[in-house]
């Protein structure tokens, strides 16, 4: 090998001994710097967009009355022949509505929350404040930095859970926001068709689009129909979720093993 010339790179065509293959590696490791991973590509998620997507969108219905209507009377096109009665029982309208709007939500929060990993951050995090506590009331300042890293994996996973539900409250946004809007104009349509839009309450008869303060009387009963239905959807979405996962097999028990066997 001529004098000032650089010593060949691994893989390259003329073929190096043992003994300068050594020596190059010694001077590579001082003149060529180490190559640089590839960067992951950014891949393109549909479910990320759609999230992405209806939690903007919830925004501008809210600044913009006329995308508001817009968007609640095509919503209406589905829910007014399936459960509108032509306005006649708007009692069972309103909590139909509310229990489609609840069900939407609900599977979209559960099919964005994994359940098993929310519950292992919670029951960490409660053994963890246990510990961090303790080296706070030692006073050992080694102990509390032993904690450190622990505490940044710890928050960046609660993170990971907190972020994974925001996209389900993406969905419970928009379809609030919509629902809501054309249960209104659904109420307002039926009494300028005409029809009926009081109720009985205390034996006297109410307009559900009478208000209460600024706030309608038919907001408040939808929204006494949207909390339970939610909370309920919720919890048994959660448990039929739960209850689907494989359960842990214990060591030596699977079948063939010998710690399994008669």
Known sequence: MA???????????????????????????TSTPPARPAAPAMQFKFSTFLFTFLFVMGIYLVFDASARTAVALFIGQLLGPLIGFGGHFLLLTMFLAAAIEMLLTALAYNWTTDWVKAAKVQSWSGAFR????????????????????????????????????????????????????????????????????????????????????????????????????????????????????PTPTAPGSEPGSAGGSA
């Open 130 to 245: 246990k510990v961090q506590m303790a080296a706070l009331n030692s006073g050992k300042k080694d102990r509390i930095a032993a904690l450190q890293p622990h505490q940044a994996k710890l928050t960046q996973l609660s993170t990971d859970v907190s972020f994974a539900q925001l996209k389900g409250m993406a969905v419970t946004w928009f379809l609030v926001i919509a629902i809501y809007t054309w249960m209104g104009l659904f109420i307002v349509a039926t009494r300028n068709a005409g029809q009926s839009v009081f109720i009985t309450i205390g034996g006297a008869n109410v307009s559900l689009l009478h208000g209460i303060g600024p706030v309608p009387l038919w907001f408040l009963l939808f929204s006494l129909y949207t909390v339970p239905l939610s909370l309920v959807f919720r919890r048994v979405l959660k448990h039929y979720t739960l209850q689907r996962l």
């Open 3 to 29: 004098t000032g010339e650089a010593p060949p790179l691994p893989g390259a065509d003329d073929e190096v001994d043992d003994s300068e293959s050594s020596e190059g590696d010694e001077e590579g490791e």
